[in-house]
């Protein structure tokens, strides 16, 4: 199969285009995970044979060259399945990450959104999610919830985002089933909410309060992974330092100390 970009007239300047030939290489007998369909048939062109290959094709440079007899460019390509191996990759990446292994994949691509800072589209996914779920109690609405909490975050939208996540909150200690480690996490996104809204330090009605949360998480961490070297007690322990270095109080130096060490021990 050949995809060529427009010809460029060697007679003409145009130093800064280059012409260039795709030749993609494809086996149906080793390439069964690529979707591609043979559109000749819907083809202005008659006399040319044209297939459409699925939009999240990922394809693999094999060979790329000058032809000296086309004058142009050749890029030799087959169709790769890295791009499932990515993606599964990711699934388990982010259910581990919530110590969740039954974690929807809907939510999954939601957060991948929310990870590549489409806020935007985030936002707009997860509600239309939300709109869609008939079972309003279901595990999966903390995911929703908690999603939409973190990108109204990320937007600096903070009554939003402590909106969602006590929302998550809620309804996560409603179902009993529900993961810990996913608890955790959901009061230290109710703890940013306030961290984040000052660009300095914290006023004082609010160290308490952020403290709390934290607090919180760390001891459910604690309780819930085997292994205290865990990276999300870690990070617990160095947002409750930052809490104590925000308060910008000297009586709270050694408090402030003693939890950036023991995260850096981590």
């Not at 707009?124 to 609405?141: C, G, H, M, R, V």
């Not at 993961?179 to 009605?205: A, N, V």
Request: hydrophobic share 35%.
């Amino acid at each position: 199969m050949y995809v060529s970009t427009d010809v460029v007239n060697p007679n003409t300047n145009s130093n800064n285009l280059e012409s260039i030939i795709f030749e993609i290489n494809y086996n149906t007998n080793l390439h069964s995970s690529c979707i591609v369909a043979n559109i000749t048939c819907y083809s202005q062109l008659r006399d040319e044979e044209e297939f459409l290959f699925d939009l999240g094709t990922v394809f693999e440079i094999e060979k790329f060259f000058y032809n000296d007899d086309k004058k142009c460019w050749m890029c030799k390509m087959i169709p790769s399945g890295k791009a499932v191996e990515i993606a599964k990759k990711y699934v388990n990446f982010q259910r581990n990450e919530m110590n969740d292994g039954k974690l929807d994949v809907l939510v999954l691509f939601g957060n991948l959104l929310y990870d590549v800072r489409e806020y935007s589209k985030c936002h707009y996914y997860f509600e239309n999610l939300l709109t869609i779920q008939s079972d309003k109690n279901a595990p999966t609405i903390i995911d929703i919830y908690r999603g939409l909490g973190r990108v109204f975050l990320g937007i600096s939208e903070f009554e939003l985002s402590k909106k969602y996540l006590q929302h998550a909150y809620d309804l996560c200690i409603k179902i009993e089933s529900s993961s810990p480690s996913k608890l955790g996490r959901i009061l230290s996104y109710i703890g940013y909410t306030y961290d984040f809204q000052d660009e300095d330090y914290l006023d004082l009605l609010n160290f308490d309060l952020v403290l709390n949360y934290f607090t919180q998480a760390l001891d459910i961490y604690k309780k819930t992974f085997d292994d205290l070297q865990h990276r999300d007690v870690a990070k617990c322990l160095n947002l409750i330092g930052e809490v104590y270095y925000g308060k910008n109080n000297h009586d709270d130096d050694s408090t402030c100390h003693n939890y950036y060490s023991q995260a850096l021990n981590i």
